[in-house]
C-alpha cells in the first residue's frame, strides 16, 4: 500500500508562493492518479486539483490560473505550486492516491 509523505507549507502574506510537496513509497506515482484537498476550520475537506498518471492536471475553479500541480516521476514525488494566495486559502492541505491520505499540511496565509 502507498505511503505519502508531505512537506512544505507554513504561513505566508496575500499575494505570496508556497509549494507542497507529496513524496510516495511503496507504488509509484507514475502510473497512479494524485490528488490534493484542503480543509478550512469549520469546513468539509474540498477537492483541489488532481493530475492523472498521463496528462494534464485538473483544478477546482478556485484555484485555476494560480496553484500547478506537477509530477516527479524519478523521485516519486508530486508538487503543487501556489502563486498569488489568497487568505481564503488558509487550510491544511492533503494529498491522496489509491484510497490513503497524507498527513497533512498547514497553510496559513495572512498579513
Known amino acids: 500500500q502507498v505511503q505519502l509523505v508531505q512537506s512544505g507549507g507554513g504561513l505566508v502574506q496575500p499575494g505570496g508562493s508556497l509549494r507542497l510537496s507529496c513524496a510516495a513509497s511503496?507504488?509509484?506515482?507514475?502510473?497512479?492518479?494524485m490528488d490534493w484537498y484542503r480543509q478550512a476550520p469549520g469546513k468539509q475537506r474540498e477537492f483541489v486539483a488532481y493530475?492523472?498518471?498521463?496528462?494534464?492536471?485538473y483544478y477546482a475553479e478556485s484555484v485555476t490560473g494560480r496553484f500547478t500541480l506537477s509530477r516527479d516521476n524519478a523521485k516519486n514525488t508530486v508538487y503543487l505550486q501556489m502563486n498569488n494566495l489568497k487568505p481564503e486559502d488558509t487550510a491544511v492541505y492533503y494529498c491522496?492516491?489509491?484510497?490513503?491520505w497524507g498527513q497533512g499540511t498547514q497553510v496559513t496565509v495572512s498579513s
Open positions: 491522496y492516491s489509491q484510497f490513503q
Open positions: 511503496g507504488s509509484s506515482i507514475s502510473i497512479n492518479r
Open positions: 493530475i492523472p498518471s498521463g496528462g494534464s492536471a
